[in-house]
């Protein structure tokens, strides 16, 4: 059996728990991430016949049958990911229709996955049916979107074409938008079920005055989205308050739909 710790998805989960603490996006135990995994890439490292404990999830999820999962401890550090990857992160199985969380590796000191488990698990089914090589679930609280949610109109198409005309790049990224929810308690069944409806048409989905989700097909692209979507906020902070004197049109956005075949999210460019 090859060490789990020197597995590429491993090692790429710590990098990237890394770099977002490193971009202030995941303060104290803010943020969580989930990572699909294929029987064959965990057979490599563990023997999956040995489940060290069964969690029960709270929810159900029968799309999700049998699937693995790499998922970020409730209350753990992103800043201690490296330190210590057997206590902040843990390597489960979905059984029983996703209702037990069958622990393979991980949570060494007794934890478990995180408290945003449900709209993790809810968001990775809604993904699949969209994109089947969507693997990524990225929770985090980076500073500009949650200061945005603040100051700009919740409406997900101004909000959208806000991100937008904050950097030419952005609708190339993004072109299916950004979708916004309100607030609403976090952890629970209810916001998790929000979050996986909002995932059918955008893989960015603001939680207002909290922080924002982003989906993908692997860690690397997931962070990349949520990092545009982020220094777009960035930039509508640094000039909301000041006129403005030049801006990116909707002829400029049809042009770059044309140049990097890309389709804006219907409606939402004139
Ligand atoms: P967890 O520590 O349970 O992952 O919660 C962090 C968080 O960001 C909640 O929204
Ligand atoms: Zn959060």
């Avoid at 023997?47 to 049998?66: Q, V, Y």
């Avoid at 007794?110 to 993904?127: D, I, L, N, Q, W």
């Avoid at 200061?147 to 609708?171: K, N, S």
Wanted: glycine residues 8%; aromatic residues 10%; hydrophobic residues 40%.
């Amino acid at each position: 059996m090859k060490n789990i710790l020197e597995a590429p998805f491993m090692v790429e989960m710590i990098r990237t728990t890394t770099n977002m603490y490193n971009h202030g996006w995941d303060e104290r135990n803010g943020g969580n991430i989930s990572l699909l995994l294929d029987e064959c890439q965990v057979k490599e490292y563990l023997d999956i016949d040995k489940i060290l404990r069964s969690i029960p999830t709270g929810f159900s999820a029968p799309e999700l049958e049998g699937k693995y999962f790499l998922v970020t401890g409730t209350g753990k550090y992103f800043k201690n990911v490296q330190y210590a990857p057997d206590v902040n992160l843990g390597l489960v199985r979905l059984t029983d229709g996703g209702e037990t969380a069958e622990l393979l590796w991980g949570y060494t000191d007794g934890g478990k996955f995180t408290s945003e488990f449900p709209a993790h698990m809810m968001s990775h089914v809604a993904r699949l049916k969209v994109n089947p090589e969507n693997r990524v679930v990225m929770h985090c609280h980076p500073a500009n979107l949650l200061a945005m949610t603040y100051v700009h109109t919740l409406d997900e198409r101004e909000f959208t074409r806000t991100l937008w005309q904050m950097c030419t790049e952005c609708i190339v990224v993004f072109p299916d938008g950004v979708n916004v929810l309100p607030w609403m308690l976090c952890g629970t069944n209810e916001i998790g079920e929000a979050t996986a409806e909002k995932m059918l048409t955008a893989r960015l989905v603001v939680w207002s005055l909290h922080g924002i989700y982003g989906a993908g097909k692997d860690l690397d692209e997931t962070f990349g989205l949520i990092e545009t979507a982020e220094k777009a906020a960035e930039i509508y902070m640094k000039i909301a308050h000041l006129p403005r004197v030049n801006t990116i049109t909707d002829d400029m956005m049809h042009q770059l739909e044309q140049r990097f075949g890309v389709k804006a999210r219907d409606s939402y460019l004139s």
